[in-house]
């Protein structure tokens, strides 16, 4: 059992469309962080969370401590925000719990 | 913003090969991790270490070394290269412990022939 669940696996939407991936966990949390990763590219840290919301630009990321469960929307979603998107949980010490990631496409 | 580099994009390496993955970060943090990408399998951690000369295995250390002799700079090794570790590999790096962000290179796409 993956003690980071991600659905769904894959999403296709159309540009303008209001996006949401969700991230469940089974472990003891001290942050959950979304990660974006381009085709060929590397990843980039977009949210760090430990409580509540937290939005910056058209993205949204929520966590419900209690359900162990995590959101990342996306408003007017455009074919740039075409990528993988990776929740990771950040246990005790150095140890990270990584989703397999949500493959997006956008078409315009 | 903090910047990791690795020091190259792709490589292509023969069976038996000694492999060396460098990662350089410019903002003084403690904390380096090398990981490696498979499709469907996630991020799998290799070795970390939180301190020059100290280092931990992770989950997945069999057939690699790593090395942190200055702070900046923590190299990935792979002693004698086999087809199996054919993969995307990723750098990261983290301020001391506690919710911190982790900062990404661009990684390495490695094949094994």
């Known amino acids: 059992k993956n003690e980071v669940e991600q659905s769904p696996q894959n999403l296709t939407a159309q540009e303008g469309e209001f996006i949401t991936i969700n991230c469940s966990y089974s472990?003891?949390?001290?942050?959950l962080h979304w990660l974006q990763q381009h085709p060929g590219g590397g990843i980039v840290s977009l949210f760090m969370l430990s409580s509540g919301k937290k939005k910056h630009g058209r993205l949204i990321a929520t966590i419900n401590i209690q359900e162990k469960h995590s959101s990342l929307h996306i408003t007017a979603s455009h074919p740039r925000d075409s990528a993988v998107y990776i929740c990771a949980v950040g246990s005790a010490g150095n140890q990270f719990y990584f989703g397999t990631g949500t493959s997006l496409t956008v078409i315009p | 913003d903090v910047k990791v580099t690795q020091s190259s994009r792709y490589l292509v390496k023969r069976t038996g090969e000694k492999v060396f993955l460098e990662c350089v970060q410019d903002?003084?943090?403690?904390?380096m991790f090398w990981y490696r990408q498979d499709p469907g399998l996630g991020l799998r951690l290799i070795y970390f270490s939180y301190d020059v000369k100290m280092k931990e295995k992770g989950d997945i250390p069999e057939g690699y070394s790593v090395s942190r002799e200055k702070k900046e700079r923590f190299s990935l090794i792979l002693e004698s290269a086999s087809t199996n570790q054919t993969s995307m590999y990723l750098c990261?790096?983290?301020?001391?412990?506690?919710?911190?962000?982790?900062?990404f290179g661009s990684g390495t796409q490695l094949s094994v022939l």
């Open positions: 990261a790096t983290r301020r001391w412990r506690g919710g911190e962000k982790l900062f």
């Open positions: 903002m003084d943090h403690e904390n």
């Open positions: 472990v003891g949390i001290s942050a």
